[in-house]
T-cell receptor, first 116, second 115 residues
Framework: DTAVSQTPKYLVTQMGNDKSIKCEQN?????MYWYKQDSKKFLKIMFS???????INETVPNRFSPKSPDKAHLNLHINSLELGDSAVYFC???????????????FGPGTRLTVL | AQSVTQLGSHVSVSEGALVLLRCNYS??????LFWYVQYPNQGLQLLLK??????LVKGINGFEAEFKKSETSFHLTKPSAHMSDAAEYFC?????????????FGQGTILTVHP
């Protein structure tokens, strides 16, 4: 009955590989987010989707491509992985973005990506 | 644009002592402010939020925060620390309108509680 789940929890891979992280929420929320937490624990938003539509796209290398097949899922695909991509990636969801920015965001447990 | 500064990357208190974690924000529009807690190897959990209603906001686990516009602050307090409060705390800000819930986080404050 996990609200926001992510797979895998840990991901270790070599430079240059392509990998995906999956996120699912069963809260019925309209909006989902991807955040990156670096080694200094600094959290920064990467992307957001509202009802499968991209609404936030921060300055992120185009090697990162989010995909939302439906409003309950938001996946993150990363091409040509680099050492600097090592971080913890968090998925989050909220009832709605836009005019409801005061809504709480519910976070997943995170995916720790290590690029060797 | 919004930004958040958390003063003190580490705060250490004794069990039973007052907890005070400082957060100052910058926002060109009226902000919405949040405090999240992160326990080791877990995601973030909302403690409390300010959304332009009461300036003193009460949250879970006995925490509260006061919004002070004149000081652009949203400090987090708890009268009596418990060992289970040891975690990392993040202050965050967002604006309404077209921000789509984009949260801007501070750099975090690690709270250590000594017996």
């Amino acid at each position: 009955d996990t609200a926001v789940s992510q797979t895998p929890k840990y991901l270790v891979t070599q430079m240059g590989n392509d990998k995906s992280i999956k996120c699912e929420q069963n809260l019925g929320h309209d909006t989902m987010y991807w955040y990156k937490q670096d080694s200094k624990k600094f959290l920064k938003i990467m992307f957001s989707y509202n009802n499968k539509e991209l609404i936030i796209n921060e300055t992120v290398p185009n090697r990162f491509s989010p995909k939302s097949p439906d409003k309950a899922h938001l996946n993150l695909h990363i091409n040509s992985l680099e050492l600097g991509d090592s971080a913890v990636y968090f998925c989050a969801s909220s009832p709605a973005g836009g005019l409801s920015s005061y809504n709480e965001q519910f976070f997943g447990p995170g995916t720790r990506l290590t690029v060797l | 644009a919004q930004s958040v500064t958390q003063l003190g990357s580490h705060v250490s208190v004794s069990e039973g002592a007052l907890v005070l974690l400082r957060c100052n924000y910058s926002s060109s529009v009226p902000p919405y402010l949040f405090w999240y807690v992160q326990y080791p190897n877990q995601g973030l959990q909302l403690l409390l939020k300010y959304t332009s209603a009461a300036t003193l906001v009460k949250g879970i686990n006995g925490f509260e925060a006061e919004f002070k516009k004149s000081e652009t602050s949203f400090h987090l307090t708890k009268p009596s620390a418990h060992m289970s409060d040891a975690a990392e705390y993040f202050c965050a800000v967002t604006a309404g309108g077209t921000s789509y819930g984009k949260l801007t986080f501070g750099q975090g404050t690690i709270l250590t509680v000594h017996p």
